[in-house]
């Protein structure tokens, strides 16, 4: 680790970031950056200041203050990301072209799944062309439908305010939401090799006047915008996720940022995006152990799967990325839910069917619990001199619900029995229990005022 951050340091003060808007470099060279032609140098004294100042921790509000996560430290939590353009219908299930309602669609039928912790618009209103309607509506959708954390992204800084104003309304009044941020922007502006994003840097600037939390993302391609090899590509990418650290804490110092390194592989062959395999695995864990070494709030990426189908590729890929995104520590795993078609599709199927994944690997992290109780060595010596087996036993029973997890879409019945059950397979049983939510759920968290209120202001479709 300590390697790959040295290169990380070096090349941030040799090569620099190019293209920095000159707002963002006027800042940066006050606080101790150097020009060197079209490049600004970061010196490791501006990383290490900016790292000094980053908070180590921090919450991530839900309406319900009951759903608020804490992000950092030996937390994991799973939850969505991603801008896909189709769905895969429920009924039909073929591909189409994404939508408003299915957008309002996938937020309530996530409301109401347990293992999801925080939910970032999966896909992109592909039916609303004008941006400021987009943003506006896609922020709607999530206060109307969800009291967990949320997050969006703004297509440009003068989107911000207004929006803001919309979350002051459900927050309870002007500056409410400043308070209690209850939702978190992703920004991307940092684009890969190594240079800034003037639109992406003005919308953090706005992010930051408001106090709404960022999750400054990287997403380097192994091999096209960074290095083919992984030692290589996580020097890079490193060193480009510090430099949006610098970047926000020389605007605000403190201001809450997830450290968002999320290493993505393209297939060499073709140069298609790849999201699922060994190489993205052991990436995004890899990036997970070098933010939270360095003491960051980590974000990666994970369960991005290429199959389009819920399929045997789609459960080795969701299970092996995720799995090791988790084991590494990563404190938000994005994508981690819903999402198909290497980002391009996303699936009411699969929320219900990650959902369930995520409990096993949340299982799995707890690991082994050694404890007297646990150890049972009275249990053991009552069971062989008395019955011969633990069946029924007071130590089996106390340890059911605490330590097993019990899956209500996996399969556990003997052939006989799921035959006799019309040999149902994963992806109707998941199909089944996703359109029993949306029939079920149809929440309104706006108050009939409130809701008024932003449609007055707000062109809410």
């Known amino acids: 680790m300590t390697v790959i951050f040295d290169t990380a340091l070096r090349l941030l003060a040799e090569l620099g970031m190019g293209e920095t808007p000159d707002r963002l470099a006027h800042a940066l060279v006050k606080a101790g950056a150097t020009r060197s032609g079209d490049r600004i140098q970061i010196p490791e004294t501006l990383v290490r200041s900016a790292m000094a100042a980053a908070p180590r921790q921090f919450p991530l509000h839900g309406r319900d203050p009951s759903r608020s996560i ?33 957008l309002r669609d996938f937020t309530r039928l996530q409301d109401r799944l347990t293992n999801i912790s925080w939910f970032t618009r999966c896909c992109i209103a592909t039916d609303i062309e004008d941006t400021f309607e987009l943003d506006v509506n896609t922020a709607y959708t999530l206060l109307r439908n969800t009291t967990k954390p949320v997050a969006t992204a703004f297509t440009i800084a003068e989107h911000v305010r207004p929006i803001v104003d919309m979350l ?47 999750s400054c993302i990287t997403a380097a391609q192994a091999g096209a915008t960074a290095p083919a090899t992984l030692a290589g590509f996580l020097a890079q990418s490193l060193a480009e996720t510090l430099a949006s650290l ?15 390194n999320w290493p993505l592989v393209i297939d060499l062959r073709t140069g298609a995006f790849s999201g699922g395999g060994g190489e993205i695995a052991v990436l995004n864990a890899a990036s997970a152990q070098l933010s939270n070494w360095l003491g960051l709030p980590s974000g990666v990426a994970a369960s991005m799967t290429d199959a389009k189908a819920v399929d045997a590729q789609y459960g080795v890929e969701k299970a092996m990325t995720s799995l090791a995104a988790a084991l590494a520590g990563g404190n938000l795993i994005y994508e981690s839910s819903g999402m198909m078609a290497s980002l391009l599709g996303v699936s009411f199927e699969a929320f219900v069917l990650d959902d369930e994944m995520h409990a096993h690997t949340y299982r799995a992290l707890r690991g082994v619990e050694v404890t007297p109780e646990n150890l049972g060595f009275d249990a053991i010596c009552e069971a062989i001199l008395g019955e011969g087996h633990f069946l029924g036993g007071t130590h089996t029973l106390s340890a059911m619900e605490r330590d097993y997890f019990y899956p209500r879409i996996a399969d556990r019945d003997t052939p006989k029995a799921w035959e006799d059950k019309g040999a149902p397979d994963a992806w109707s049983v998941a199909r089944s229990k996703a359109q029993a939510i949306l029939d079920e759920h149809h929440p309104n968290y706006l108050t009939a005022d409130q809701d008024r209120e932003i449609r007055a202001r707000l062109p809410i479709l």
């Open 70 to 102: 804490e992000v950092g430290g030996q937390h994991v939590h799973f939850g969505t990301g991603g801008a896909a353009v189709q769905t895969l219908d429920l009924h039909s299930g073929q591909y189409r072209a994404s939508t408003l309602q299915d």
């Open 168 to 214: 002051d309304i459900a927050a309870g009044g002007p500056g409410a939401f400043s308070q209690r941020p209850f939702l978190k922007t992703h920004i991307s502006p940092v684009i890969s090799p190594m240079r800034y994003a003037e639109d992406a840097v003005d919308v953090t600037f706005a992010c930051l006047e408001h106090n709404i939390p960022v």
């Open 246 to 260: 610098v970047m926000v804490q020389t605007i605000k110092p403190g201001h809450p940022m997830v450290f968002s």
